[in-house]
């Protein structure tokens, strides 16, 4: 073996060495990567299951806003993007309203 062919050799292994750690570093990366997908699959599955419980909790706190007029706790909702409005009590009926009307005679 000359001299070329040594350095020849000895590059080829330098580099079949160089792409051996290049590869663990990437499967390393890729495992990390797939931890933190892993983890964010499993944030949005819990989210998706309490989802109907947030709903419930924003519209117990908008009833009892309106119910007590609690203006802080409206300027919180409203800064979290949720409205609402107040609907007036409904009129109490007049009895001329209410009372029943007399068939037509014929």
Not at 69 to 89: C, M
């Amino acid at each position: 073996m000359n001299a070329l062919q040594h350095h020849g050799l000895s590059l080829l292994g330098a580099l079949a060495l160089a792409a051996a750690v290049g590869t663990v570093a990437l499967a390393r990366h890729n495992q990390s990567q797939r931890l933190q997908l892993a983890q964010q699959q499993q944030y949005l599955q819990q989210s998706v299951q309490l989802e109907g419980l947030y709903r419930d909790i924003v519209r117990a706190l908008a009833e009892l806003a309106a119910r007590s007029g609690d203006a802080p706790l409206r300027t919180l909702l409203q800064q979290h993007g949720i409205q609402y409005t107040v609907n007036p009590p409904a009129a109490p009926a007049t009895p001329a309203a209410a009372a029943p009307t007399k068939p037509a005679q014929r």
